[in-house]
């Protein structure tokens, strides 16, 4: 197929003007937190309770340390300067400057978001931004939020807004707040507010510009300066951003104070200056008009604006930062600006959408990239000096205290970082990171790739090889699926054009480190069986993966060991890559080679084995419990921890044995020294070549292969109706139990919220479906496709008489992952389950929240609102599959084969050159 001709879109240039001229089109963007309270970094208690700590009670009146947050904000990519809305409805006991959620210890499930907002839409430069916030003309229901979830008991349900009655009778305001460049450092802002209600109904808006606060913490006094300069004109002075203006429309009151801690609120003593962080609460709900500073000069700004908004009407606020002063009228071109930059987004996302999709996908499609795009923040934390501030740092003070992080003390994170949830976790996970960029990717493959890169970096990665976790425990173990990823980036860009060498050697290079810090540090044993911890999937297990095991021993993963397989297959893809370009690296992919055949076998020795994860009789994979006298034995829960050797499956050309001879040379060797460990293990030689003579690199021969799928596409285990569950629903009724110590070990099957405080209560991995891994299964598939062909097929659903090719199932498994967010037969979207506000509302039924996991039976979203971050894959998902068809697919190059069938059709929308 040829490529078609390449036509950049507007937003396409801005981003190739960004990467190629230095334009600093991204330096302003949706950086903000939306909770910087209860975070670690601002945690300095004795005992670590970071939620206790600093609360959102605290909030608006104490100065944080490390960042800021904000409703609907935006701030340079450095957070000097921050911009976000203050919303009050005259009824309620404090202003709304930012989003307000349940602790950990308040909620029935472990912390949760209890507000509605939504990030419509997005463009990769932050050229046009969307955001809408719903909120309460009644009092906002602070108390009973709190109250009535703490009182709940985990097997009961969430107590959430809609429940309170607070938007009873559509008594609520729409707060539309759209971001236009008119250049790349020249904003354009415009609120919109709807009332909803049936009744005209009085709002206070308060959009506000403050600098976070760096001068108060001994290192840098300097202070920049807000001031009044003209009607409704605000000039900004930093001595690092410089200047800028911010021009509010119709003269409205300006308020000012600083951004400083009321420690008199607080603590009864006395505040450093008069004018502090909760002046504005003071000044509107107070009445305490000594609150503001009469100088009209501070570090924290508001343009006060009283809006009497009709039944059923609008009103409109506008607003322009800029880096020059106004002109005679800062307006002029503003609505024309504000019109051009939706078009560029229309046409951007007109360019990059498959022409499969209808109106309802591309809707779903669309809203996931602009949450990815919001989902990024500004995220700085100096290790070093944080452990000093706490007195723990190991090498620089006499008898540290033991804080947590204290080995990650050369770690200085100052950088734009793609979130999970900003609410929830407003801090980066590695392996949700990694797989944040196969989207991201298909916006912005710069930000991607310096995304991945991050992570390997020296002011990030460890001395020893290991990639940081996040801030809770950096030493904590996620999957290592940043190969996987550096491979999918790399493949996808090549084939617009541009083959990014230096990125593929640079990441391979960290990687390696990394590889072989899972070698020495999660198989101490030597048995090339792989612990790790919880590996990012909390609860799943029997025990507490990451604690000591209650019968003492050690617990060999089925997952651990299987996320190292595959990890031995993406560096031996990149190994073979860079092979084309620099013959060294031919030697090196052999080494892969030989950890996969090792870890394989070692998985599933040749005979009949108690101490092995392969379980024949059942004909699946399972965690091995080796206890202290030797003894070993399988934990036989049926979960994605026995689904995941499936992923560890690559495909490769007939001509990759001539291509590269020295290493085919070496696996002859190892052929010839090992014979029967290479004939057990997934067929290698030329006695099974699959589809135009391909190679299959597997844990998993056919046989095997054909047994797990009967438990993933049996509808009474895994297969459900949307996705792939993370724990068979043979559980429901055959819970797995284990007892020790007088204790009984208990494995359900739970589809919804988790019953257990195991990692805090707020994930469950026993039952609900999880976008990421439902992804991997997806590539799995379609790769095993690549190898079978047409005439390998399997029964799907298992027992239904059905059978499907690969490729069949796997277009089965995407149509139910992207059904949870559809509107099905009768008009209603699983995501939203029997919420009657989201499914017949207009105002609320084309939102979409993309949720951190579903339940297992019906879909409904479950866990943090805002995890576009990797739920944000069901773009992909729909991006994929709305391009690719079987026939096409299989005859393509296999390394190639879904990157190449998605650029033909997008046409290098997403890179430009």
Known sequence: MAKQKIIDVTEQKRLNEAREKGIPWKKWGPYLSERQWGTVREDYSEDGNAWEYFTHDQARSRAYRWGEDGLGGISDDKQRLCFALALWNERDPILKERLFGLTNNEANHGEDVKEYYFYIDSTPTHSYMKYLYKYPQREYPYRDLIETNRGRSREEFEYELLDTGVFDEDRYFDVFVEYAKAGPEDLLIRITVHNRGPEAARLRLLPTLWFRNTWSWGEDDRKPVLREVGP?????????????????????????????????????????????????????????????????????????????????????????????????????????????????????????????????????????????????????????????????????????????????????????????????????????????????????????????????????????????????????????????????????????????????????????????????????????????????????????????????????????????????????????????????????????????????????????????????????????LRLPDGQAMRLKVRSLVGLLPLCASTVFEADSVTRYPKLAEMVALFRKRHPELVSHVAPTDAGFIGYNERRLLSILNKKKLTRVLGYMLDENEFLGPHGIRSLSRHHLDHPFVFWTGGQEYKVQYLPGESNTGMFGGNSNWRGPVWMPVNVLILRAL????????????????????????????????????????????????????????????????????????????????????????????????????????????????????????????????????
């Open 232 to 624: 409704g004109v605000m000039h900004a002075s930093h001595h690092e951003l410089g200047e800028c203006w911010l021009s509010c429309e119709g003269g409205p009151e300006l308020l000012f104070t600083e951004n400083e801690t009321n420690t008199q609120r607080l603590w009864g003593q006395p505040s450093a200056s008069p004018y502090v962080k909760d002046a504005f609460h003071a000044y509107l709900i107070a009445g305490s008009r000594e609150a503001v500073n009469p100088a009209k000069t501070g570090t924290k700004a508001a343009a006060h604006y009283m809006l009497d908004v009709p039944a059923g009407g609008s009103q409109t606020v506008r607003l322009r930062l800029a880096p020059a002063a106004p002109a005679d009228n800062a307006f002029r071109d503003f609505d024309k600006v504000c019109k051009n930059r939706i078009a560029d987004a229309d046409e951007f996302y007109q360019r990059i959408t498959p022409n499969a999709l209808n109106e309802d996908q591309r809707r779903v499609h669309r809203q996931a990239l602009a949450g990815m795009l919001w989902s990024k923040q500004f995220y700085y934390f100096d290790l070093e000096q944080w452990l000093c501030e706490h007195k723990g740092h190991p090498l620089l003070q006499a008898d540290p205290r033991n804080v947590r992080n204290m080995e990650w003390f050369h770690m200085l994170n100052a950088d734009i970082i793609s979130m999970p949830d900003k609410w929830e976790y407003p801090w980066y996970a590695a392996w949700d990171l990694a797989f944040h960029t196969t989207v991201l990717a298909l916006v912005d493959f710069d930000f991607a790739k310096e995304q991945l890169l991050l992570m390997l970096r020296n002011l990030y990665f460890h001395p020893n090889g290991q990639i940081p976790a996040y801030e809770w425990n950096f030493s904590d173990v996620n999957p290592p699926v940043h190969a996987w990823a550096t491979l999918w980036l790399f493949k996808f860009e090549r084939t617009l054009g541009r083959a990014d060498l230096r990125f593929l050697e640079r990441s391979f290079q960290g990687l390696m480190l990394n590889f072989n810090w899972w070698v020495n540090r999660k198989d101490p044993a030597g048995r090339n069986v792989f612990a790790g911890g919880f590996l990012g999937l909390d609860n799943i297990g029997v025990f507490d993966r990451s604690a000591q095991l209650p019968t003492g021993g050690s617990l060999e993963q089925a997952d651990g060991t299987a996320w190292m397989a595959f990890y031995c297959q993406c560096m031996l893809e990149i190994a073979l890559i860079l092979t084309e370009y620099d013959a060294m690296y031919e030697e090196i992919a052999f080494k892969f080679v030989q950890h996969f055949l090792w870890i394989s076998y070692a998985m599933d020795r040749i005979g009949e084995h108690h101490d092995e994860m392969w379980d024949e009789e059942d004909g699946f994979f399972y965690d091995l």
């Open 782 to 913: 379609l790769g095993l496709y690549h190898f079978y062909g047409d005439e390998f097929k399997v029964e799907c659903p298992t027992g239904s008489g059905r059978h499907m090719t690969l490729f069949e199932v796997a277009e089965e498994i995407s149509r139910r992952l992207a059904g949870t967010f559809l509107r099905d037969a009768k008009g209603r979207r699983p995501v939203y389950g029997g919420t009657a506000k989201f499914q017949d509302d207009p105002h609320w039924r084309d939102l979409i929240l993309f949720y951190e996991y579903f339940h297992g039976d019906n879909g409904a979203g479950l866990g943090a609102s805002h995890q576009t971050g990797w739920t944000g894959l069901v773009a992909l998902v729909l991006d994929v599959f709305g391009r690719l068809d079987a026939k096409t697919f299989l005859e393509t190059e296999s390394t190639r084969a879904i990157s190449r069938l998605m650029s033909e059709q997008v046409g290098g929308g997403q890179t430009g050159k």
